[in-house]
């Protein structure tokens, strides 16, 4: 896509887009799953994607879905996203307060700088780092914190954390990747690495359960192409701050639903989360300078 942006703000773009479409993702999915399996509707929304993957895509140029130079990174990389629910049911088994589980994931941008830069080689300047910590300050004042969780809650909260850091950090690594086959190994990984686990939490959906699951696969499809964009026009340290921007709409609807009281800490953490956000948008033509962060040529191919 051709733009007149720098990459890094190109790049901050796509980010707003994905936090959106994974908010709305999560909203709908948040109401499936008082009457279906969690593991289900994940396993629904990936099956819808590979679907309608195979509309686009799959029926003029079936082999760009699957060629791929790293299978094995395609494959740990969808595992990644098998992880994520997983850790996120077993903590919620263990009756881990929902706000304590949410402060640990959104450490994050911390986490995230710390991945790319030990995995992916970005060495991200001080002030990044100083963002991140703005960031995951800000996120946790929405939250309040109920009870102290035990060890093997925080660690299956850290569990959840570190599988969505290694999936961005991966979809990085896969930017000279088609885009296509990136998504549509995502999808088929989670769909077959999943499969296991469905029998005896499979609930037939009706009409409209069918509709909602298939809903969270259209948007979850828009933010994992959004992601993948994303990852493509930039180094991920570079809006590894702005990852809380998926707090404004998700917690926003959570109070207008009533399921979130509403507060002067979280009016502060939205200040802080916008700000972040801003001050990144502001300082990437000093912060993309850098060797170590420049745009590497190239990027997804549709």
Known sequence: MKTALSPGRESLLWKLVCVTLWAGEELVAGLL???YSALQVVWVRFAAQLVLMGLLWGRREPMQLVRTARPWLQVSRAAMMVAMPICWLLAMQ?????????????????LLLLCAHVLGGERAPATLWIAAAAACAGANLFFHHERLPT???????????LSFVLFVVATRALRHERLRANLFYTAAGVVVLMLPLLPGRWVW???MGLAGMVSV????????????????AAPVSLTAPATGLQLLPSIGAAWLAGQHAWSWSSTLGAV???AVAMALWWLDPAVRQRPALAPAPGGAAD
Do not use: C, H, Q
């Open 94 to 110: 263990r009756n881990m307060a929902p706000d304590t589980l949410m402060a640990v994931f959104w450490s994050s941008p911390i």
């Open 217 to 232: 696969g259209v948007l979850g499809f828009g933010a994992l192409y959004a992601l993948e964009r994303m990852a493509a």
């Open 272 to 274: 802080v989360v916008v």
């Open 205 to 207: 959906p009706d009409a």
């Open 151 to 161: 060890a093997t809650m925080v660690a299956l909260a850290l569990g959840m954390t």
């Open 33 to 35: 799953i008082e009457r």
